[in-house]
């Protein structure tokens, strides 16, 4: 099983989401679509597989000691939308060096237990970087290091003769950015469900 571990918003934050998507997919389909208990939007700072035993519980706790410890905030602005190939929407926020320390530190504390499997190596990587295809093979997961992209997945476009809709796309987004913050509140450990969701939350604790 693939494991995560992800930043996600308050209730409230995520219905708000969860209706922008719903404009968007109304006539662009994407996939995964968010939900409140399942397939969360979130942003997610680690992910891969991980041999036993590790201590979720502690892991959580310890990076919720360090978010309090440095202080970061907890509210955050949409600044754009970023297209990554193959066929990927990325929501990518402000002050994104909050989440490159929160990723240094989580993969600092479990690198040496990431493994991958011969199945996960089957995987098309043509489309990544030459450091995100270094990264899939050691670690199974692109974004690591220097390669770490934080976002929230807004989706994977399902037919590609929908890129040229993405101007009404921004006007969504960018309408919602000028209403809305990303209220994040919750350090989750999540099993990584199709497409990369959020499937079903196994640890969580409020930041």
């Known amino acids: 099983m693939k494991v995560g571990i992800a930043l996600v918003p ?3 934050t995520i219905q708000l989401m969860i209706e922008m ?4 997919i109304s006539d662009n389909p994407l996939v995964p679509i968010w939900g409140n208990i399942n397939n969360l939007p979130h942003l997610t700072l680690l992910q891969g597989r991980f041999h036993h035993p590790i201590n979720w ?3 959580v706790y310890n990076l919720q000691d360090y978010w309090q410890k440095e202080k970061y905030l907890k509210e955050f602005q949409i600044t754009q939308l970023e297209y ?11 002050n994104e060096h909050i989440f490159y320390d929160l990723h240094n530190f989580i993969f600092t504390s479990v690198k040496n237990l990431i493994y991958v499997t011969g199945e996960d190596l089957k995987k098309d ?6 450091l995100e295809k270094i990264n899939y093979i050691k670690y199974g997961y692109r974004y690591i290091g220097s390669s770490f992209n934080p976002h929230f997945t807004l989706g994977r476009i399902i037919d590609n003769s929908i890129n040229n809709r993405q101007s009404s796309w921004k006007r969504i987004i960018e309408f919602f950015a000028t209403q809305n913050l990303i209220k994040i509140q919750q350090i989750t450990i999540y099993q990584v469900g199709n497409y990369g969701s959020h499937a079903a939350t196994l640890y969580s604790v409020n930041i």
């Open 125 to 130: 990587i043509s489309s990544y970087t030459d």
């Open 84 to 94: 990554k190939t193959p066929g990927w929407y990325f929501l990518k926020l402000n």
């Open 21 to 24: 998507q719903q404009k968007i």
């Open 57 to 59: 519980i502690n892991l």
């Open 10 to 12: 308050c209730c409230q």
